[in-house]
């Protein structure tokens, strides 16, 4: 199994925890759509990763700092599970990261400035988490940034800074709608309105 290079298990109905560790050869591991549990072992991350596909999945627990030990990944994607705490600064350093989704999880606290050095990202969802705090402006440093999910989350203040560049974006979301926005954003291509006695969130293109 150490040798192992590419593990594929999608849209099964994989019950159970996700003890993937001791891989040193895996590339590629996608698991998206089963019911795994428990929570993402440190020991997944090794500097031959470059995928890591476990969206809609019932995985807890938090992201750990052993991600930044992926110097080659280039997709993440940990969307729709239930995955809490902070999002760790070291993930700045997986450098050929592209894509990083990790939209309907319960990730909180701020966003590490060092995400503005992951020079190669293009789709940067962040969703439907409890995010708060400004939004670094190291952001606007992401040339190849295409699409930006920021709604449904806490931030404040002004995202227009990423406005100045005239980023290519593609899909650009924040909660910027409504008579009191929690942030103002001149140039997203959809605002939202998050607010918490609200049945649902409504939001607008811009």
């Not at 925890?17 to 998206?32: H, M, N």
């Not at 995928?51 to 700092?65: H, Q």
């Not at 989350?153 to 709608?177: A, H, Q, R």
């Amino acid at each position: 199994m150490q040798s192992l290079e590419t593990l594929s298990v999608e849209r099964n109905s994989l019950t159970g925890s996700f003890p993937i560790e001791g891989l040193v050869s895996l590339q590629v591991l996608k698991a998206r759509e089963n019911k795994f549990t428990g929570t993402i072992s440190k020991g997944l991350f090794t500097p031959n990763l470059t995928e890591v596909d476990l969206s809609r999945n019932e995985i807890s627990g938090t992201l750990s700092e052993s991600v930044g030990k992926s110097v080659s990944l280039e997709v993440l994607d940990l969307s729709a599970n239930r995955i809490a705490g902070t999002l760790p600064p070291e993930v700045g350093r997986s450098s050929e990261l592209r894509k990083l989704k990790l939209t309907g999880n319960g990730f909180v606290g701020s966003l590490p400035t060092e995400l503005g050095d992951l020079a190669k990202m293009e789709t940067l969802e962040l969703a439907k988490n409890l995010f708060s705090g400004s939004v670094p402006p190291s952001l606007v440093r992401l040339a190849s940034l295409s699409t930006l999910e920021l709604s449904e989350n806490d931030f404040e203040g002004s995202l227009d800074f990423m406005c100045i560049n005239e980023l290519p974006f593609k899909l650009f979301t924040s909660d910027c709608y409504g008579e009191k926005p929690e942030v103002i954003c001149e140039c997203c291509t959809l605002c939202c309105s998050d607010v918490a006695d609200q049945d649902k969130i409504v939001c607008h293109q811009h």
